[in-house]
Nanobody, 126 residues
Framework: QVQLVESGGGLVQAGGSLRLSCAAS????????MGWFRQAPGREREFVAG????????RYADSVKGRFTISRDNIKNTVWLQMSGLRPEETAVYYC???????????????????WGQGTQVTVSS
C-alpha cells in the first residue's frame, strides 16, 4: 500500500555533501514516524536518523549528530536526509523506512519499521 522511492545517492569525495530524498505514494504516511537506515557490505543495517509525524522530534545515531539532518514535508509526502562532512566509512546503501505503528516515538530498530524503499547507493571516496 505504501511505496517509497529514494533518490539522491551517488559518488562524493570525503568531506562532501549529499541530500537524499524519499517520496511516498499509496497510503499517506503523514502521521507516521519516518527513518533512514544504512547498510554497508558485511555490516548490519543500522539506524541513521528518524523523525516523528509533527517533525518536532528527531533522533540521530551518535556518529552522525551535527552532520546529518532529517526533515519531512507531510503535504508533499517526502522525507529528506541532508548529509554533510561525509566519511569513507559511511559508504553504504541508504534506505528510507516508515514506522506505521508510531506517530511520536522514534525507534531505532530496523525490524520495527513496516515499509522500506529500494535503497540508494552512497559512495564516499577517500
Amino acid at each position: 500500500q505504501v511505496q517509497l522511492v529514494e533518490s539522491g545517492g551517488g559518488l562524493v569525495q570525503a568531506g562532501g555533501s549529499l541530500r537524499l530524498s524519499c517520496a511516498a505514494s499509496g497510503r499517506t504516511f503523514s502521521r507516521y514516524v519516518m527513518g533512514w537506515f544504512r547498510q554497508a557490505p558485511g555490516r548490519e543495517r543500522e539506524f541513521v536518523a528518524g523523525i516523528n509525524w509533527s517533525g518536532d522530534t528527531t533522533r540521530y545515531a551518535d556518529s552522525v549528530k551535527g552532520r546529518f539532518t532529517i526533515s519531512r514535508d507531510n503535504i508533499k509526502n517526502t522525507v529528506w536526509l541532508q548529509m554533510s562532512g561525509l566519511r569513507p566509512e559511511e559508504t553504504a546503501v541508504y534506505y528510507c523506512a516508515v514506522d506505521a505503528g508510531n506517530t511520536e516515538q522514534v525507534v531505532t530498530t530496523a525490524g520495527l519499521y513496516d515499509y522500506w524503499g529500494q535503497g540508494t547507493q552512497v559512495t564516499v571516496s577517500s
